[in-house]
């Protein structure tokens, strides 16, 4: 087993440095279009629509004129936005109740498994659609959405593996030793539940960039002139005949943050699992 | 088992009545009465209350609450406003499209992820994992309306081998029919494959780094004896799970990948029905997929504790 710090053995991670650049890619993409973007992402400029790629235009300009690359650099805003007010929303209140759950059993684990259940019989898309039918389209809605969904998620899958953990013998040594619930789950079952915890969200966070481009392709999500990906995307598929190059770029961009996202998840759950370590 | 069992049909039926009173109430919490949401602002007053009784809006909560479940236990589901026709024929029009599309995306999913995950696991840190690992990370990031979209540009746009979207109808025969649910569901099910690939993996390696598969091993257990009955039935637990909640994605997924493909299924009549305010119509398509969805975790929760005897023993 490895004794190096985690920055030694970080630097070894191939996951891990190709996620974090990604991801510092896609961030440092949303800080720059707060300052700086080519052209006014939503300027209209109709004279100069869907013209090719150039010097002047980077990646060309779309139907209305406007800079595709602007439009692109300004979309990451609300994909990382949406990303990680959602995950925290579940990260919050997912893991909370999973370890109750876990920790209580019985009646109080059944209620918050039916709840969780239960939440999981409306998927985050079906959930916006009610939520925009009910209150109006929008990203706060699609945030709502999106996040509400990921609390059964980690609820679940925290208690899922809490509950694994609690089979174990150190458990009950700790039980025995007199060690409360409170202290049992924090102390002894959360950090061995952190890794997976870890995994699920990275890959939510992903999720969350990926439904809110769905949610904006279907105009549920961000409403014009606010720039994302999704909306890019609904708006290029009337022109596949056209300008087919429209259909490529935002899907690359949402790619890009995705594949970004998932392998600093899958490099971090290498550099913290210990057992993981162990083995090789 | 029957215990078990027992408590599950319970605990499902009340996780059902749980489901219709939320997406009943959800009527209730529209802004404005809904028969005026439904006629628009300039409706006469007259209309409006018309349209209220004949909706039957004007009785007491409880009342069109237990109508509505006591039509559906009879497999009647009401009166579209906008279409003007029962809502069971148009939904079940509709799952002729949308449930095909689901299954057959849903098998492609099972097929590739358990080969692809399984494949994986046996070669751990070797090119065979990485180039699977490699590809299931592309397919992670690729959302699959763009995916869909890219389907379409390639083989409608470019190769013109396929339409870029639209339904002939079962009536115009088995293949045409099938051929225009392909890239849709493959669209579907290549996304969810590559999560379902990674979880299958890990879940493999962990049970793999258990003592009783060294022990298994220590006793002279070839390696395949030792994948396929002491690590695979362990992994399978997490597996079906994520499998069940898949369903729910691959159910909202269908919705969207509908609109790429211009598929009439029930997302379609969902997003129809939202721009027509058909708010019945609304409520009895979110209620059919939430049934669905819990009725196929129900049937997962089932088969976890069938597979593995601890769950049950726990929760009885």
Known sequence: ?280 | MLLYLLQRVLLLVATLAFASLVVFGVLEILPGDAAQVMLGASATPQAVAALAHKLGLDQPFATRYFAWLAGIARGDFGLSYAYDSPIGALISDRLAVSAPLALIAMALTAVIALSAGLFAAQRRGKRGDFAVMAASQIGLAVPNFWFAILLVLVFAVKLRLAPSGGFPGWSAGFAPAFGALILPAISLGLVQAAILTRVTRSALLDVLGEDFIRTARAKGLSRRAVLWRHALPNALTPILTIMGLQFANLIAGAIIVENVFVLPGVGQLIFQAIANRDILVVEDCVMLLAAIVIIVNFIVDVACAAIDPRLRRRAA
């Open chain 1, 1 to 280: 087993m490895s004794k190096d710090g985690f920055f030694a053995r970080a630097r070894r991670n191939p996951s891990f440095l190709v996620g974090a650049a990604l991801v510092l890619l896609v961030a440092g993409a949303a800080a720059l279009s707060l300052v700086w973007t080519p052209y006014p992402p939503a300027a209209i400029d109709v004279p100069h629509k869907l013209l090719e790629p150039s010097a002047g235009h980077w990646l060309g300009t779309d139907s209305l004129g406007r800079d595709v690359a602007s439009e692109i650099l300004a979309g990451a805003r609300i994909s990382i936005l949406v990303g990680v007010i959602a995950v925290g929303i579940g990260v919050i209140f997912g893991v909370a109740l999973g370890l109750v759950a876990a920790s209580a059993k019985g009646v109080v684990e059944d209620l918050i498994m039916r709840l969780s259940d239960f939440a999981f019989a409306f998927p985050a898309l079906l959930m916006a659609i009610m939520l925009t039918a009910t209150f109006g389209a929008g990203v706060v809605n699609a945030i709502i959405a999106i996040g509400v969904f990921n609390v059964p998620l980690f609820a679940r899958v925290t208690r899922a593996s809490a509950n694994a953990v609690m089979a174990r013998e150190f458990i009950l040594a700790a039980r025995a030793s007199g060690k409360g619930p409170v202290a049992i789950a924090f102390e002894h079952v959360l950090p061995n539940v952190a890794p997976v915890l870890i995994v699920q969200a990275t890959i939510q966070f992903a999720i969350a960039v990926l439904a809110e481009a769905a949610l904006s392709y279907l105009g549920l999500g961000a409403q014009p002139p606010q720039t994302s990906w999704g909306r890019m995307l609904s708006e290029a598929q009337n022109l596949l005949y056209q300008a087919p190059r429209l259909a490529v770029f935002p899907g690359l961009a949402i790619m890009i943050a995705v594949l970004g996202l998932n392998l600093l998840g899958d490099g971090l759950r290498d550099l913290l699992d210990p057992r993981l370590r162990a083995r090789r």
